[in-house]
């Protein structure tokens, strides 16, 4: 039997025969045969490579299930896989199939007998908010909350093509910043006043249906934190500024993510107590309390979020002090890679870029920087794009040298990427002076066959970046770990050369510098002397290590 006529026949097995599908879908339904009870549902496969789950519907909840229940939307629609948990066979679509339907099953029965079903809600609980009943709740923007200042302000978005949503922003400062990085056409302080609020204890709820009124919404957050219950009432008792707008807007920063509500005021009364807010208080918890609420789904765009939740077990670059030096090839990946590392947040947090270079045509094949940026200075241009992508980002572009002083190095960090051996051995020698800061010099090798890092700070147990040539001697100023058998093959335009290597190379010149700051970051630098191979690459094997000094090194040890 053809494979699909397998899965057609399994399907019948299990009770469900095909109902009209739209789109090329392939629909059934039927009575899905559990243990303790039997429910109709709709089966629905619309890709049958499986790259997504067959869809499967609820169609009439048994009686003696509560409102809400884990893993089943406000539509009925079970989740009966976490997305990519499990890989379906596509050449086996019947055993595919099978999978799914055994799956729901399961689930179905452990809804029955009520296994897990607080502890579910409560894990999923974002999920839950969100799409738990409808309408879905509307999306807000969440931008950066000052910690010592409740007062925020509730914006509305107008995109182009896209429904509106929501902004909540400490001041319109920021809101327009932000925005100015996204294709939003239109921005505009909204109706709604907005009460900002943090809890650490994660929201609960039970089998109840989400609430949806401001009456069951006070239920539902004193249910849950009975301090944060408290906070809400005092500030609702006491805030004039509320009563000002028509309506308004109460955020909660949780561990399980942002949720609101919105409201609208009752606008007679809304005046008459715009001195008395205990009073208006008083009245949402009396006839009030009917007033519907609008459910708010927060997405929190801050940088202290963006930039720190895919770090495991180290903290990220917010509140660094951070110099680039060489915004070429690596410089410009490397910058990108240190704003998403959190480079440039926080309220001391800086990351400043030097190049006197500008981007020519023969850069654009493997610079971050495009077309926009052609005969623009590198560390401008890359200035210019960074804060399109992160506005909130505090980045300076220097078009000169930097002045390599004691002021210079007393900072957090320095990165020397020019590939500029002549270079580089400037930046060391100003450094030996003083070792105020760690240096970390990144570079590529002949024609991209390896890419090495060095870091170098203040012990003197370690080498420093003249220390990777021989010291005086019989083989002065050789390397001292030679990698490349002769020199690179180089190229010449008029009077100028370069030296050919592949897109890849600054990318893992990047990838490895990235790699040492994190350990940095994590409270250890070792080894300090780092090689990536290139698979394939002619070039002889230099173990990772830290580096002693070499005897009587120019730099370490200046007469």
């Known amino acids: 039997m053809h494979a699909r006529g397998r899965a057609y026949a399994l399907l019948r097995q299990y009770g469900l025969r095909p109902f009209r599908a739209r789109n090329g879908a392939k629909a059934f339904r039927g009575v899905l045969k559990c243990t303790r009870t039997s429910v109709p549902v709709h089966f629905e496969i619309d890709d049958w490579d499986f790259t997504r789950y067959p869809s499967i519907t609820i169609l009439e909840r048994p009686p003696e299930l509560p409102a809400l229940l884990a893993h089943v939307d406000a539509d009925g629609g079970l989740c009966y896989f976490a997305p990519q948990s499990i890989i379906l066979d596509r050449y086996r679509p019947d055993d595919a199939i099978q999978q799914c339907l055994d799956a729901a099953i399961a689930l179905i029965d452990d809804i029955v007998d009520g296994r897990n079903r607080g502890e579910e809600i409560v894990n999923e609980f974002a999920a839950y908010w969100t799409l738990g009943q409808n309408p879905s709740a509307w999306p ?7 910690k010592d200042d409740e007062k925020s302000f509730y914006y509305f978005l107008t995109e182009h093509g896209k429904p509106s949503r929501g902004l909540i922003a400490k001041d319109v400062t920021s809101a327009r910043r932000l925005v100015h990085s996204i294709d939003i056409e239109s921005i505009e302080k909204g109706a709604f006043a907005c009460l900002y609020f943090r809890t650490a204890v994660a929201p609960r709820i039970g ?37 000002k707008r028509s309506g308004c807007v109460i955020a909660i920063a949780t561990p399980s993510g942002g949720i609101g509500v919105r409201f609208k005021h009752d606008m007679i009364r809304r005046q008459g107590y715009s001195n008395s807010p205990k009073h208006y208080r008083d009245f949402l918890h009396k006839r009030g309390g009917t007033t519907a609420i609008t459910r708010l789904k927060l997405d929190d765009i801050s940088p202290e979020y963006i930039h720190t939740r895919n770090l495991d077990d180290y903290p990220s670059l917010a509140e660094h002090r951070i110099s680039l030096i060489g915004c070429g090839a690596i410089g410009g990946y490397l910058a990108s890679a240190l704003v998403r590392l959190g480079a440039g947040t926080g309220s001391n947090g800086v990351l400043k870029l030097y190049d006197i270079g500008e981007l020519e045509p023969d850069n654009l094949g493997r610079h971050t920087l495009g077309f926009a940026a052609l005969y623009q200075n590198k560390a401008l241009g890359l200035r210019e794009e960074l804060l399109r992508q992160f506005p909130y980002a505090c980045i300076e572009a220097h078009t000169n040298e930097p002045a390599l002083t004691d002021e210079f190095f007393a900072t957090d960090l320095v990165i020397d990427c020019t590939g500029d051996e002549a270079v580089s051995e400037k930046i060391n020698s100003r450094h030996m002076r003083s070792r105020r800061c760690p240096v970390l010099y990144a570079w590529i090798r002949g024609n991209g066959e390896c890419v090495q890092t060095l870091w170098v700070d203040a012990n003197e147990k370690f080498a420093c970046y003249r220390c990777m040539r021989q010291a005086p001697g019989p083989n002065y100023r050789e390397e001292r770990f030679p990698v490349i058998d002769g020199p690179p093959n180089t190229r010449f335009l008029g009077c100028r050369s370069f030296t050919p290597y592949s897109v890849s190379s600054p990318l893992s010149a990047t990838a490895l510098t990235i790699d040492v700051i994190i350990d940095w970051l994590k409270g250890d630098v070792a080894p300090r002397f780092r090689t990536r191979y290139v698979e394939n690459g002619k070039a002889r094997t230099v173990k990772n290590q830290n580096l002693s000094p070499t005897r009587a090194c120019p730099a370490c040890h200046p007469n």
């Open 140 to 146: 807000v923007l969440v931008d950066s909350q000052p």
């Open 207 to 243: 089998s109840d249906p989400l609430p949806a009124t401001i009456h069951e919404f006070f239920s539902f957050v004193r249910k849950w934190d009975p301090a944060l219950a408290k906070e809400v009432q005092a500030r609702l008792g006491s805030s004039k500024d509320y009563l």
